[in-house]
């Protein structure tokens, strides 16, 4: 009995491999037919085609078009279905609540926002959140789409693997339990995740065209992290909190930290360091931006300034993981552009060249990344195992 029962978990596990490939590989090509599957994935045509079957019934891939090269027979192509299901992505920070619906094949199709601000109570804020959920559900299941589930992005220290918000300094909230809140209000699967985190998996899944395997999201605000892809996969750490790149030492007698230190990456670059370096009580990123635009001595100085100490932790990340690329956003993003030259400078001064050598240092092209990728957190649970879904119809 136990080895039939060993069998069937073996049979079940390849399976499960077979699955994710497959959806992978379609969601890396767009669009492919049976035999170019089988060809890649080293799987013989039958288990290729007895696989996409399951999947078809699954509605999870659709068959598009047909094919012919040559002499031989043509094919169906196959495709990810942009109908099978649509995950929400959220998002929470000190100022706003943005939530987005994607489509299986990571197509935004919905988005709204609130506002959010230190004014308002843990609870004011969440019922907020919660509202804009429940209309990204409504909506989605008004289009005839099934909830596949909820990603949220925060930024703080988040246990993903329980599903909990450690401690979120610029909100204030310490150890609330959003799997379990968010699934029993929704009765759909809830992950949640550093921000930076989910933008970096946004990032390097959808939009990174190089398909770097070793890439650092820097999302750059009132706090400062670093979401982490190695080696293709996301790093978390061994409890989940690897990423708090704000908090490495940059300067032994710097300013104060709302960590308790100082000296911290995060005193030097971001909102709070920008307000304090130019006199202002509260940054308008816009409002900098034009002043960059229009060459304001002291903002460009200041601005500068903080280019050069971008690129010094930039060349710390780099000595310490060897990455290919390094992505820049978050609430800075309007002025990171203006930054990038001298930041870029630095690197190369301050890197070992042979680091170095191939890194690509780019601004995000999107403003959304954090609550993009939020749903991303979704989409990549069921590319991880999609045998759940495929079992449960």
Not at 38 to 58: P, Y
Not at 70 to 91: Q, S
Not at 168 to 189: I, S
Request: glycine share 10%; net charge neutral; hydrophobic share 40%.
């Amino acid at each position: 009995m136990q080895r039939l029962k060993d069998k069937k978990a073996d049979q079940l596990t390849v399976r499960r491999f077979n699955m994710s490939a497959i959806l992978k590989l379609l969601r890396e090509r767009g669009t492919l037919a049976r035999a170019d599957l089988a060809k890649e994935l080293g799987m013989t045509r039958n288990t290729a085609s007895n696989i996409v079957a399951d999947l078809l019934q699954a509605k999870l891939v659709v068959e598009t078009e047909f094919r012919r090269e040559g002499a031989g027979r043509p094919g169906l192509l196959l495709e990810l279905a942009h109908d099978g299901g649509f995950a929400i992505g959220a998002e929470i920070d000190i100022s706003r609540i943005i939530v987005e619906v994607v489509d299986f094949r990571g197509k935004m199709l919905w988005e709204e926002s609130a506002k959010s601000g230190p004014h308002l109570s843990q609870s004011e804020i969440l019922s907020r959140a919660e509202t804009l959920v429940q209309s990204a559900l409504d909506w989605g299941t008004g289009e005839g789409l099934r909830p596949l589930g909820i990603g949220l992005g925060l930024a703080g220290l988040v246990d993903s693997e329980n599903g909990i918000l450690t401690y979120a300094p610029t909100l204030g909230w310490k150890d609330v339990p959003f799997q379990r809140l968010w699934g029993e209000r929704f009765a759909v699967p809830v992950h949640i995740d550093n921000e930076a985190n989910t933008s970096a998996l946004g990032y390097h899944t959808y939009a990174d065209r190089s398909k770097a395997r070793n890439l650092a999201y820097l999302s750059i605000g009132v706090g400062m992290a670093a979401g982490l892809m190695l080696d293709g996969h996301p790093f978390h750490g061994s409890r989940g909190f690897a990423g708090q790149a704000g908090h490495m030492k940059i300067r032994t007698d710097g300013e104060p930290c709302t960590c308790g230190d100082h000296g911290c990456w995060v005193t030097e670059v971001g909102l709070p360091a920008l307000a304090r370096k130019t006199g202002v009580a509260e940054i308008d990123i816009d409002k900098t931006a034009e002043a960059l635009r229009l060459k304001d001595p002291t903002v460009c100085a200041t601005v500068d300034e903080m280019a050069e100490m971008l690129g010094l932790g930039i060349a710390n990340l780099v000595n310490l993981f060897n990455l290919d690329t390094v992505v820049l956003g978050g609430a800075m993003r309007p002025i990171l552009s203006h930054m990038l030259n001298e930041t870029r400078r630095t690197v190369d001064q301050r890197a070992l060249s042979h680091p170095r050598a191939n890194v690509k240092i780019k601004v995000s092209g999107r403003d959304d990344d954090g609550v993009f990728g939020a749903a991303c957190l979704v989409l990549d649970s069921i590319m991880n195992d999609p045998v759940k879904l495929v079992r449960s119809l």
